[in-house]
T-cell receptor, first 112, second 116 residues
Framework: GEDVEQSLFLSVREGDSSVINCTYT??????LYWYKQEPGAGLQLLTY?????DMKQDQRLTVLLNKKDKHLSLRIADTQTGDSAIYFC????????????FGSGTRLQVQP | DGGITQSPKYLFRKEGQNVTLSCEQN?????MYWYRQDPGQGLRLIYY???????QKGDIAEGYSVSREKKESFPLTVTSAQKNPTAFYLC???????????????FGAGSRLTVL
């Protein structure tokens, strides 16, 4: 079955790098996603990676995928106070229902 | 600008009442979704619809109902049978990116339901 897990909380200092980790269980995932949620708002897509890729970089964001260990990470370089939010990883499978399964979210707190 | 509009943003309900949350999109997306968000539990799928006049149950459909009479609209009714309805409800729609082929969800701003 589908299961996506994340740690609940991460605190970093402004200017440092943040690394948010995620594990998933289903090897038939085709795409894996990172979404950001600010307080009281909906989710915004940050980036996604196809399951046959190892890495994707987009400005300050780097996504690493270890398909063997079913481990996904999001690295935010030069973390700013505006990056404080909840970050969700999600997967979609190649078979079955066409819906994203989300992790529980990691709350990133950036200290000035 | 294209997007997803959810209303109302805040809603209070007495126990035993049904309430309907509105979701409208002008993105011309075929698929629409309802998720429920509780603190520390992430998002859980309630119902989804891949096409007009058709919808499927998600993981926590009990106590909820939906309809999909138009492509643009996917309202969610929280019935009195839902035992713990206080939550943040998120509507989304999905498209497939032309170049990469990725399926991407676009979310509304959410509706917060509180049962008194």
């Amino acid at each position: 079955g589908e299961d996506v897990e994340q740690s609940l909380f991460l605190s970093v200092r402004e200017g440092d790098s943040s690394v948010i980790n995620c594990t998933y269980t289903d090897s038939s995932s085709t795409y894996l996603y990172w979404y950001k949620q600010e307080p009281g708002a909906g989710l915004q897509l940050l980036t996604y990676i196809f399951s046959n890729m190892d890495m994707k970089q987009d400005q300050r964001l780097t996504v690493l995928l270890n398909k063997k260990d079913k481990h996904l990470s999001l690295r935010i370089a030069d973390t700013q106070t505006g990056d404080s939010a909840i970050y969700f990883c999600a997967e979609i499978m190649d078979t079955g229902r066409r819906a994203l399964t989300f992790g529980s979210g990691t709350r990133l707190q950036v200290q000035p | 600008d294209g997007g997803i509009t959810q209303s109302p943003k805040y809603l209070f309900r007495k126990e035993g009442q049904n309430v309907t949350l509105s979701c409208e999109q002008n993105l011309n997306h075929d698929a629409m979704y309802w998720y429920r968000q509780d603190p520390g539990q992430g998002l859980r799928l309630i119902y989804y619809s891949q096409i007009v006049n058709d919808f499927q149950k998600g993981d926590i459909a009990e106590g909820y109902s939906v309809s999909r009479e138009k492509k643009e609209s996917f309202p969610l009714t929280v019935t009195s049978a839902q035992k713990n309805p206080t939550a943040f409800y998120l509507c989304a729609s999905m498209t497939t990116r032309q170049i990469s082929g990725a399926n991407v969800l676009t979310f509304g701003a959410g509706s917060r339901l509180t049962v008194l």
